[in-house]
C-alpha cells in the first residue's frame, strides 16, 4: 500500500528493519520506492534474525529443523520472535510521533508483536490505530501454544489491542468471522475486507523469455513447508506419465524459489528429474518474467488447523499474471477466491487422481489454444492501486481536525 497512498494524498513514514538474516533477500524490491516521497525508518533488533544480519542470506535448514525451531521460538516469546525488536522499533515510532504530527498508526501483521507496539503507541500519543491483518493472530494455522498460558497469553494480548483500535481490516470473510466469533464486542461493521492484491506494473512491464519449445510448462513460485508440500502434485505427475508418456514427455515443471534436500530426494524416488526444471530463488521481477512465460501455474494449500483462513499472496500475485491456474486446495478463502477468478481447475490437496486430470486437461486445452481466460473484473479487483484507494478512504473517517 505505501507505493501508491501519495496517489490519494497520504505522506508516509515507515519503520522496519534493517538487515536480517534470512534465507533469501530481494534488493530490487527497494526500487519500487526509490524514487518515491516515503520516509523509511530502519531499526535494528535484538532478535535472533537481526544477530545473524552479518551472515545475510542463510541457508534454508530441512523441514524438520525448521519446525523444530520455530515451535523452540514460539515456546520461549510471547508474542513471537520479533519482540526484542519491537522493542527497539517502538522507540524510534516514539521519537518520530514526538517530533512531527501524525494522523494514523497503520500496523500489519504478522508479525503481530508490531501490533502490541502499536498498542502502546496510541494509548501514548492518543493516536487513531487501525491493524491489518493478513493472517489470523490467535488460532494462525501455524501457531504452536506450548502450554495453555501461551494460548490465554496470546487471547489476551489480542482482545487489548482489537478493543482499543479505531479500524481493523483482515484479507478474508473466514478471518473475519474468526474474530467477531472470538471476541464478542466486535461488529460486522468493524471490519473491512481488504485482500492481497498484485502491482500491476510488475505484470504490464515484464520482459518474459521467448519459449524455446512447444512443450507446456506448468510452474510454481514459492516455497514448501508444513503441509505445503509438492508430494501430491508430484505422485499425480508420476501417474500420468506412467499411463500417457506421450503427454508427459511435453510438459515442463518448473519451480521458482528453494527446492529442499527432501523434495530432490522425492523427485529422484519418482524418477522424473528430467522433467523438472529448478530456477531457485530469484528477484521478484525475474520471477514474474518466468510467471509470464509459464503456460499454466500451481499452487496448494494442505489441510491443516484454521486453514480455511488462510489468504495466501501467491495466488493473487498469480491473478496478475491472467494464467490458468491449477489450484490443489482445502474447502475456505482461497479456494472461494480462486474459483472466483474464473481460470482455474480446482482439486481437493491430497487428491492424487483429481490433480492429474487437471493436469491432463490443461494439457488439452493448452494443445487445441483454448487455456481459459479470467474474469478480468474480479482480477481488476486486486490491483493494489484500487485496493489502497479504498483504505485511504477509510483513513479519511479517522482523522482527528
Not at 66 to 76: A, D, G, I, M
Not at 129 to 148: E, I, K, N, Q, S
Request: charged letters at 25%.
Amino acid at each position: 500500500f505505501v507505493t501508491y497512498m501519495p496517489q490519494y494524498n497520504w505522506e508516509r513514514s515507515v519503520v522496519t528493519t534493517e538487515l536480517t538474516g534470512y534465507y533469501a533477500h530481494d534488493y530490487s524490491l527497494l526500487d519500487e520506492i526509490k524514487d518515491k516521497p516515503v520516509k523509511i525508518v530502519r531499526v535494528k533488533g535484538k532478535e535472533v534474525n537481526s544477530i545473524l544480519a552479518k551472515k545475510g542470506t542463510i541457508k534454508m535448514p530441512a523441514e524438520f529443523l525448521r519446525k523444530f525451531l520455530s515451535r523452540l521460538s514460539s515456546t520461549f516469546f510471547i508474542p513471537d520472535n520479533k519482540k526484542g525488536w519491537c522493542t527497539e522499533a517502538y522507540k524510534k515510532a516514539k521519537e518520530l510521533l514526538e517530533q512531527e504530527k501524525y494522523d494514523l498508526i497503520f500496523v500489519t501483521g504478522p508479525p503481530f508483536s508490531t501490533f502490541t507496539m502499536a498498542l502502546q503507541l496510541k494509548k501514548e500519543f492518543n493516536i487513531p490505530l487501525a491493524v491489518d491483518y493478513r493472517d489470523l493472530w490467535f488460532g494462525y494455522h501455524f501457531a504452536f501454544y506450548a502450554t495453555p498460558f501461551h494460548k490465554i497469553a496470546i487471547k489476551r494480548m489480542e482482545y487489548a489491542v482489537l478493543k482499543a483500535a479505531d479500524f481493523i481490516t483482515v484479507t478474508n470473510r473466514r478471518i473475519k468471522e474468526k474474530l467477531m466469533d472470538y471476541y464478542k464486542f466486535i461488529t460486522f461493521n468493524d471490519i473491512m475486507i481488504l485482500p492481497h492484491g498484485y502491482d500491476p506494473e510488475d505484470f504490464e512491464n515484464a520482459t518474459p523469455e521467448k519459449k524455446q519449445h512447444n512443450k507446456m510448462i506448468l510452474t510454481y513460485s514459492g516455497i514448501f513447508y508444513e503441509y505445503i508440500t509438492p508430494k501430491f502434485f508430484l505422485k499425480a505427475f508420476k501417474e500420468l506419465l506412467n499411463e500417457r508418456p506421450d503427454i508427459a514427455s511435453n510438459i515442463e515443471l518448473h519451480f521458482i524459489g528453494f527446492l529442499r534436500k527432501e523434495n530432490y530426494r522425492f523427485i529422484k524416488k519418482l524418477g522424473i528429474q528430467s522433467f523438472v526444471k529448478e530456477h531457485g530463488y530469484l528477484s521478484h521481477k525475474e520471477a514474474i518474467n518466468k510467471i509470464m512465460m509459464s503456460d499454466v501455474l500451481w499452487m496448494m494449500v494442505g489441510h491443516g488447523k484454521n486453514a480455511d483462513t488462510i489468504s495466501s499472496g501467491k495466488l493473487f500475485e498469480y491473478f496478475g499474471s491472467k494464467k490458468p491456474i491449477i489450484a490443489c486446495l482445502p474447502d475456505g478463502a482461497l479456494k472461494s477466491a480462486a474459483s472466483e477468478y474464473g481460470a482455474s481447475f480446482l482439486s481437493e490437496p491430497y487428491n492424487v487422481s483429481a490433480i492429474k486430470e487437471n493436469i491432463l486437461k490443461t494439457y488439452t486445452l493448452f494443445r487445441l489454444g483454448e487455456l481459459p481466460t479470467p474474469n478480468i473484473e474480479y482480477v481488476e479487483k486486486h490491483r493494489r492501486d484500487f485496493l489502497t484507494e479504498l483504505l485511504t478512504k477509510e483513513f479519511q473517517f479517522l482523522v482527528r481536525v
